[in-house]
């Protein structure tokens, strides 16, 4: 589970994690009103407003409505006009932004709509560096990961120049150790009070990477202050779903208005799904199933609308209602159920199928492939219950069927 | 033969509720020894399982069956009262890595996980727990494993099995069947079927499989079945190509998956560049194994592997 940078740094705070001051934002007369406090706690008589939304790229992001705009904006004006002159930069600004469409390298064409902003004091930043924790599956062990190329893609970095990237394992019996603190410390350039600083941040954030059970925190950049400091001056964290159950409080932080409505509905009737871009639906049991469904769809020459796991002991009442949400894709225009019963039963499938159909109606043609426990039973079901369906002998014949009938 | 088990397998189940209670009886109606359970609320009282025999399973059995399976506070305390070596775990996600380190601690040879959905962090630490002690876990989030009509741990369907040559290793379930009942079909069997499951960290790996199946001498072949994430089918490469002296077919799934997407298992995703399905079906080319290009095509490429000897 993804969350905003503001409840990132929220959280990092609060385990003596250095971060920037900062307040979020959801409408024009809030980021106005953030600006005073912010310049006058800090003393910096610079501010940054920043989108928040659950991607990347966010700096070199551009908005739909005002194509010259970045999604983060460093206000300047108050080094000279004041405080008021801040405040009128970021009233223009958040005019724009709020509400508007960012279209980041991550967020796709579409981009997605800011919401909420965050207003953050000015730093006076010496270096950018990266720093990150989070699982090496090699070594089934957390690792902390760190860089001199800051504000860079870790991605970038780690192919372009990967002898710049350290890494320390973490040891889930002893935590990170203080001689690996130091090692990355001094790996990092850091001296003086900045050496002191990057130790203890190091020390925090991984206890804070441990007690929250994060899949991924990500400080990009970090950075050292022109007087030493060590800050979070961006913050990435995920969660691990498995564990949210643990932590209540963080499974609040859930913006659902930055997932996609499809996959959240199927999440309710534990349903994994995954929406694509190809107009073939797929409905599936097993994960590497559902995977190798897709790959042989594409295989014969058509395109995955989805990706969709009924899971192990789906009921009738789950199979419908994957059933609807494949339907509901206005561009699916086949489906093709591939099944192989084991716990599952075949004939499960065929009565939710059925009761599906029933209940919303059957546009597109629908190609079944049913193998394993009850077979004859869900096909026997399947041909008696009229339904204009045809079915298949195998995986691929199945996904040659549904392509050239929706060919 | 086979690996791991066989007829001699005495099996504990950790975790007696209903999933629990549900393969206990499909493994006893197969023919597996169950010889106990652990679950501490209900110690000391005794499962009772009576049903139809499953045929497809262990051969020279009545039509019926009735067992009484002793449930015990630990997994020390049952070990002793019934010799098992090895153990079934069905223990709900908060509880399942605890299991798994009470059963190690116990001694038991090879626990086998079923359970999906364990915190991640919760295995790192019982991963770390096990280091250093004689104990092989497979799983979490597996379908088990099977040598067909000698002993089934676990949640998959017996009967789509069939004593055979070939040695099967995968991450995920039904597809791990799929691949079965190919080779059921095609006339090659298997010796033992083993999930090792679809969670980024998990016990068994491909290359401890491929080892244990390099050394079983009725395993004549291995199909290994890959996913998308991580770098197990990499490291399988370089281990086969180093060591492997019998032919091995593979079948990768998530060529069409998105990046940065979790396709269902918790290990399945594209992150950061790294575990595509194109870097594995390349490294694995690269160390002699031949890849089906399609799920329909395990049995057949594990035929074209096993003519090539």
Known sequence: MKIHEYQAKALMADRGIAVPMGRVATTVDEAVAAVRPLIEDSGNPVVVVKSQIHAGGRGKGRFKEYPDLGGVNVVTDGIDGGIEAAEARVRELARQMLGSILVTIQTGDEGKQVSRLYIEQGIDIATELYLSVLLDRASSRNIVMASTEGGTEIEVVAEATPEKILKEEIDPAFGLLPFQARHIAYSLGLEGDAFKNGVRFLDALTKAAVELDTDLVEINPLVVTTDGQVMALDGKMAFE???????????????????????????????????????????????????????????????????????????????AAAFKIITKDPNVKGIFVNIFGGIMRCDIIAEGVIAAVEEVGLAVPLVVRLEGTNVELGKQMLDESGLDLVSATDMKDGAQKILELTR | MSVMIGKDTKVLVQGMGKTGRFHTDKAIAYGTDMVGAVHPSRAGQTEVFEGETDHSGAPGRADTYRVEVPIFRTVAEAVAATGANASVVYVPPPFAADAIMEAADAGVPLIVCITEGIPVADMVKAKRYLEGKAVRLVGPNCPGVITPKECKIGIMPGYIHTPGRIGVVSRSGTLTYEAVHQLTLNGLGQTTAIGIGGDPVNGTNFVDALKAFNDDPATEGVLMIGEIGGTAEEDAAEWISANMTKPVASFIAGTTAPAGKRMGHAGAIISGGKGTAAAKIEALEAAGVVMAATPTDMGSAMMEAMSKV
């Open chain 1, 241 to 319: 779903a498995n564990a949210l159950f643990r932590h209540p409080d963080v499974a609040e932080l859930r913006d659902v208005s930055e997932e996609d409505a499809a996959e959240l509905e199927a999440k309710e009737y534990d349903l994994s799904f995954i929406k694509l871009d190809g107009d073939i639906g797929c409905m599936v049991n097993g994960a590497g199933l559902a995977m190798a469904t897709m790959d042989i769809i594409q295989t014969v020459g058509g395109e995955p609308a989805n990706f969709l796991d009924v899971g192990g002991g789906a009921e009738k009442e789950q199979i």
